[in-house]
């Protein structure tokens, strides 16, 4: 069997889905074989996606984004400033919410395995510090190219500016963006910091990504090894976080070695901002209950 990753050797990610593919292969005395594909070596993650549902590609760890369009459930944990933290996002998806968000991709050919940390997203900018949403006003913030995220940036008062992740180093320094937002791993290793030093802690996304496999390939499984995958999955969540905690601390520690500057804004006013996201997003009885239901895990409320 075949996986794919975006994500390079050595990522959290990668590590966690080579990790999973040696615990099958004991588990099932050498009958259940995966290699994994990291880097992008069989495509982006839009391609990877249409290639597993129709069989083509066993295994997949993808971003949350491209799912948006297939299942709607999974918009929800998408959501601007639905986690409090990394720990509520953990929680919501290890129980029932998670879960119907992985069973929702049974209706479009995928089987959707366990999730994993994608960190919390923050602002980074070039020149002016990050204290509340009127800080964004006027300026020209790179996102993902999704629509929640465009709607995200727009309502906090910035200028919303799709743009390819790897376009966006030169974007900051020839003044194309004012700026951008990711995780500490991410900010480190793309060396955006370089070009954008103050980094704004708004954390105002916690999206996990996903793995998922072919429902096509699943069928040709007996149900014995189809329950070996999933257990190889689960516990290779574990291993994925210790990874990604780890990879994100020393993140953090290099960054501030650097010299970035560091804000720690308040959150109310930014999750105000974003409210009608919600409503635009949240088109249905049932995605509403779902949110509500992942807000109020852990005495939250929605």
Not at 117 to 140: C, E, M, N, Q, V
Request: charged residues 20%; contains cysteine.
């Amino acid at each position: 069997m075949r996986g794919a990753d975006t994500h390079p050797s050595g990522y959290p990610t990668v590590a966690a889905v080579e990790g999973m593919a040696a615990a099958l292969l004991a588990a099932s005395d050498g009958r259940l074989r995966m290699k994994v594909f990291p880097g992008g070596q069989l495509g982006e993650e839009r391609d990877t996606l249409e290639l597993t549902i129709f069989g083509g590609l066993d295994f997949n760890r993808v971003n949350l984004a491209p799912l948006n369009a297939i299942a709607p459930e999974t918009i929800v944990p998408t959501l601007p400033f639905l986690f409090r933290d990394e720990a509520h996002m953990r929680a919501a998806m290890d129980s029932q919410p998670g879960a119907r968000i992985l069973d929702s991709l049974a209706a479009h050919g995928l089987v959707g395995l366990c999730f994993y940390d994608s960190g919390a997203r923050s602002f980074y900018t070039k020149g002016r510090a990050i204290h509340s949403p009127d800080d964004l006003k006027g300026l020209k913030i790179r996102v993902q190219n999704s629509d929640l995220f465009v709607s995200m940036v727009e309502a906090l008062g910035a200028d919303a500016t799709p743009m390819a992740y790897g376009e966006v180093y030169q974007g900051l320094l020839q003044g194309v963006v004012d700026g951008a937002e990711n995780n500490w791993p991410s900010y480190q290793s793309s060396r955006h910091f370089e070009a954008a030093p103050i980094y704004s802690l708004t954390r105002h996304v916690m999206a996990p990504e996903v793995l998922v496999m072919s429902a096509r390939r699943w069928r040709k499984l007996a149900t014995a090894d189809q329950e070996l995958v999933r257990d190889a999955a689960r516990a290779s969540v574990a291993q994925m976080r210790a990874l990604w905690d780890s990879r994100t601390e020393s993140a953090r520690a290099a960054l501030l070695a650097q010299g970035v500057t560091v804000i720690e804004p308040a959150p109310d006013a930014f999750a105000a901002k974003v409210a009608p996201v919600w409503a635009r997003y949240l088109t249905t009885p049932a995605l509403r209950r779902l949110a509500a239901e992942i807000s109020a895990i852990g005495g939250g409320h929605a």
